[in-house]
């Protein structure tokens, strides 16, 4: 197997939490949180993370290895979702009294399982395909700014998607746009405030893995998941 194609510990990681982070989301998306004056899903405290971890491993490995985890990501989401369906559609036992409680954690609607799943997706390639472009655009250099530049890109997707395919219909058009609005500015703030650690991470895992790719000439098809 060729060099290019091996993944290290470094990487497998943070697909690791990637993917974990992208689970927990989902279920926390079900509690609804006041923070100041607006208020947002719990989901906001670690979905943000994924977008970070998928800024480093864009910058460090390229667009082929966020690829893949991407993909994995949404794997592993879908599966939570269809176990999280089939468990609510098994019988209780009649001694049980936790049902109601789990049903409205797991038995996550149709409708906003099938949102969240695309506008993962769509937000998170969006983020990947910036994140590599720019960099090539730019030497390398400004990672700051490309960290940035492509979460409020991809999370501005992200939310464009999601609200509303969920709650189209169900809330006024004007209080759609605010959730909108609100979920992308938090979610890029939460970015910026812990940009200094997301730099030296990047830092030390292109030092110990030795690893810096820019993505020259590769594909951004993003059904190419064997082409890592």
Not at 33 to 43: E, S, W
Not at 63 to 75: D, H, Q, S, T, V
Not at 77 to 89: E, K, W
Not at 161 to 187: R, S
């Amino acid at each position: 197997m060729k060099q290019e194609n091996l993944v290290s510990v470094p990487f497998m990681v943070l697909g690791i939490v990637f993917c974990v982070c992208l689970v927990a989301a989902n279920l926390l998306e079900t509690k609804v949180i006041q923070a100041g004056p607006v208020a947002v899903t719990a989901g906001l405290i670690v979905f943000p993370i994924s977008y970070i971890i998928n800024d480093c491993i864009a910058e460090v490995w390229g667009f082929r290895k966020a690829r893949l985890i991407i993909w994995l990501g949404f794997a592993m989401n879908f599966m939570t979702v269809a176990m999280g369906q089939l468990a609510v559609a098994l019988p209780a036992a009649p001694f049980w009294e936790g049902e109601e409680g789990f049903n409205f954690v797991f038995g996550m609607a149709p409708r906003i399982a099938i949102a969240s799943l695309l506008a993962f997706l769509a937000g998170s390639f969006i983020n990947a395909y910036v994140m590599s472009r720019m960099k090539i655009a730019s030497g390398g250099k400004h990672f700051s700014m490309r960290a940035i530049f492509s979460t409020v890109l991809g999370e501005s997707a992200d939310s464009l998607i999601f609200f509303p395919l969920a709650f189209g219909g169900l809330m006024p058009v004007n209080e759609l746009g605010k959730m909108m609005l609100v979920q992308v500015v938090l979610k890029t703030a939460y970015e910026i405030i812990v940009l200094p650690v997301t730099v030296r991470v990047v830092r030390y895992i292109k030092r110990i893995d030795h690893t810096d790719v820019f993505d020259e000439g590769i594909s951004y098809n993003i059904l190419r998941i064997k082409e890592i």
